[in-house]
């Protein structure tokens, strides 16, 4: 059974950072390409970044492009999304998913920026 448990969201400060992690299970995840995706309120899922399955790969969305820093971890089944300058339209739950339309994701954590 396919899972996936996002952590490490939480309030942050405009200009901040946080560390987003996402530990797999149920499936090859070393096998996978992986996506972060998120959605504000009131708003449909944005696909955000995307690594190869042996991070040999990265693509961004123009809005995290030189902000977010996607990487992952094979060892631990970990998928990673390094976040800086965050700013307040950044606010959203964010997901990792097995697909860019964020299918197989998991329940997410939500992130807010706010001063």
């Known amino acids: 059974q396919v899972q996936l448990v996002e952590s490490g969201g939480g309030l942050v400060q405009p200009g901040g950072s946080l560390r987003l992690s996402c530990t797999a299970s149920?499936?090859?995840?070393?096998?996978?390409?992986m996506h972060w995706v998120r959605q504000a309120p009131g708003k449909e899922l944005e696909w955000l970044s995307t690594?190869?399955?042996?991070?040999?790969?990265?693509s961004y969305a123009d809005s995290v492009k030189g902000r977010f820093t996607i990487s992952r971890d094979n060892a631990k089944n970990t998928l990673y999304l390094q976040m800086n300058d965050l700013k307040s339209e950044d606010t959203a739950v964010y997901y990792c998913?097995?697909?860019?339309?964020?299918?197989?994701r998991g329940r997410g954590t939500q992130v807010t920026v706010s001063s």
């Open positions: 998913a097995q697909t860019q339309e964020g299918l197989g």
């Open positions: 149920g499936f090859p995840f070393h096998t996978y390409w």
């Open positions: 690594i190869a399955y042996n991070g040999a790969a990265t």
